[in-house]
């Protein structure tokens, strides 16, 4: 694929431009009337936050959460 392309190349082809840049991470260059108007290149990553750990000192623990004197039955199978 071209390293320049007309605005009108580019309009018949946007979408394999696209591709084409995501796949090679190269740029391209759009004109219009020969000037230099935009370039299309590949769009920066962001690496994503891993929500481990994320709520950490956020939170607390009011009373005893192990000994609630509550009884609790686990919820089993319908006995239909």
């Given at each position: 694929m071209k390293d320049v392309l007309s605005v009108?190349?580019?309009?018949?082809?946007?979408?394999?431009c696209i591709g084409e840049?995501?796949?090679?991470?190269?740029?391209?260059?759009?004109?219009?009337?020969?000037?230099p108007v935009a370039?299309?290149?590949?769009?920066?990553?962001?690496?994503l936050k891993w929500p481990a750990g994320?709520?950490?000192?956020?939170g607390r623990i009011v009373g005893d959460i192990v000994n609630t004197h509550l009884d609790w039955?686990?919820?089993g199978p319908d006995p239909d």
């Open positions: 009108t190349e580019f309009k018949a082809r946007c979408l394999a840049i995501e796949r090679s991470g190269g740029e391209i260059t759009i004109t219009k009337r020969g000037r370039v299309l290149r590949p769009a920066k990553r962001t690496a994320s709520w950490a000192g956020r039955e686990a919820a």
